[in-house]
């Protein structure tokens, strides 16, 4: 009979510790994109971890409970049904801790402990201990899954349910919810050792095999794809399918909400820009410290004429990630917009010199550009207009706002040449309200 508690839990836990990792995926822009957690089980870097924290990664590290970093470059098996991957890390030939399996048959009411790293995109932390008992068991195609009492958030997927003997007896896997506000209804999924047992191959996949392996079936995938393709409409479909299997993952939050962003921005759509907050918002409640879901929700609180909710965003984003390109950008985007041109500029000077790639930094000049334009600061304006075009050929608004720019100090001819350069672009292209057309018809010609 369980009596609600662990005898010797602190000692359990010390041992047991060391073989629960973190793990961060990374993204083509070199930015941690997804986290979750996993446990040794062999002393040779083998690991297990839910399949959906590595599927669609091609770059991933391990970091351990002292803060040493690991490469995860090898997947040995995987089982799509049971969401379990077995990776191998690269350890150089150093041992590593590991837990032992249990043998034990499970039964309803057996007090449990569980271990992962529910810190989000904190780099630094332990990881976080939870107890609680085997509430009951579900056979969801199939297999048997177990639910248990002891709490699983974002971030601890992919970690260890342990046994009153320190053994591990499950992989905690998310939540049985299907609705993101009934998460914390002790509903909890782990997916039993058995599953780990059957993972007998030895695929030897290099990550990027693995995602092409799995690249045509995985939603995942296909969401991410589709959103890096600007191709948003296929996205949100994409990871609203995704989000029915697994209703807390912040990052499928956070880039569907983006979707929403982007496609509510250009066509001024309140009920957009409002499902897009309402993603963002989910994102934000999975994971505190997800500074970009912090920081997407400070511009589109702002778009809906929320300018309190705007600058708190901004500034929970900024106070964890300080020295982060995207949450001093924000801040100045908001300035921006609230005519602090001058505090602006300050912020996007941060967010431009702290950049570490190209990817959005056409965005963060232009935006500089148009609040030197204000103060009539003309040859910082005009630096940063042809640097943004320089960086983006095709970025529309950077051309429609250099256009501008000229137009507004009677320089005509230049001006007409971004315009004629921006209708080759896309003849389509309008701007509150005039189109491109418009502007060629009444002062090029």
């Known amino acids: ?80 049904s049971n969401d379990l991957i077995k990776f191998q890390l690269t350890t150089a030939g150093k041992t590593t801790a590991s837990a032992m399996l249990s043998s034990v048959k499970l039964d309803k009411g057996m007090d449990v402990f569980s271990l992962g790293f529910p810190n989000g995109f904190e780099i630094d932390g332990g990881s976080t201990v939870s107890t609680g008992i085997i509430s009951g068991f579900r056979n969801i195609d199939n297999h048997e899954l177990i639910q248990t009492t002891a709490p699983i958030t974002h971030g601890s997927s992919g970690g260890g349910l342990f046994d009153s003997a320190g053994k591990l007896c499950g992989i905690t896997t998310g939540t049985f919810a299907s609705d ?20 007998e191959r030895n695929l030897n996949l290099s990550l990027s095999d693995f995602y092409t392996q799995i690249s045509r079936d995985n939603i995942f995938i296909s969401a991410m794809e589709a959103y890096e393709a600007a191709d948003y409409d296929n996205a949100i479909i994409a990871f609203n399918e995704h989000l029915k299997m697994f209703p807390d993952d912040a990052v499928a939050w ?29 994102a934000i409640d999975l994971d505190t410290n997800y500074y970009s879901a912090l920081g997407q929700g400070s511009m589109v609180s702002m778009l809906l004429g929320d300018k309190l909710m705007a600058f708190e965003y901004a500034k929970k984003a900024y106070d964890i990630a300080p020295t982060v390109s995207f949450t001093n950008y924000v801040l100045g985007w ?10 602006a500029i300050a912020y996007f000077d941060v ?21 030197h334009d204000w103060i009539k600061q003309d040859l910082l304006a005009e630096i940063d207009f042809k640097k943004s075009i320089e960086l983006n050929s095709r970025n529309e608004d950077a051309i429609f706002y250099y ?3 000229f137009l507004t100090r009677e320089r005509n001819l230049e001006a007409c040449v971004q315009l004629r350069n921006l209708y080759k672009i896309n003849s389509q292209f309008s701007m509150e309200g005039q189109s491109v057309v418009d502007y060629i018809q009444q002062l090029c010609e």
């Open 334 to 343: 908001l300035n921006n917009y609230i005519r602090d041109y001058k505090q």
């Open 1 to 80: 009979m369980s009596k609600g508690q662990i005898a010797g839990l602190t000692g359990l836990v010390k041992k047991v510790d060391p073989s629960i990792i973190k793990i961060y995926t990374i993204n083509s822009a070199g930015e941690y994109e997804r986290q979750g957690s996993a446990v040794l089980i062999s002393t040779t870097g083998i690991g297990i971890t839910n399949y959906h924290v590595l599927a669609g990664a091609k770059k991933a590290i391990a970091i351990n409970n002292t803060g040493i970093k690991y490469q995860i470059n090898t997947i040995l098996d995987y089982s799509v």
């Open 351 to 371: 967010a431009i010199q702290l950049a570490s790639e190209k990817q959005h930094l056409h965005q963060w000049h232009l935006e500089r550009a148009i609040a």
């Open 403 to 405: 256009a501008n720019f």
């Open 180 to 199: 993101i506000k009934d998460r914390h209804a002790n509903l909890n999924k782990a997916v039993p050792v058995s599953g780990i047992k059957i993972l």
């Open 254 to 282: 956070f880039r569907m909400g983006n979707s929403y962003n982007q496609i509510g921005r250009k066509k001024l759509s309140k009920y957009l820009l409002e499902r897009a907050m309402f993603c963002l918002n989910n």
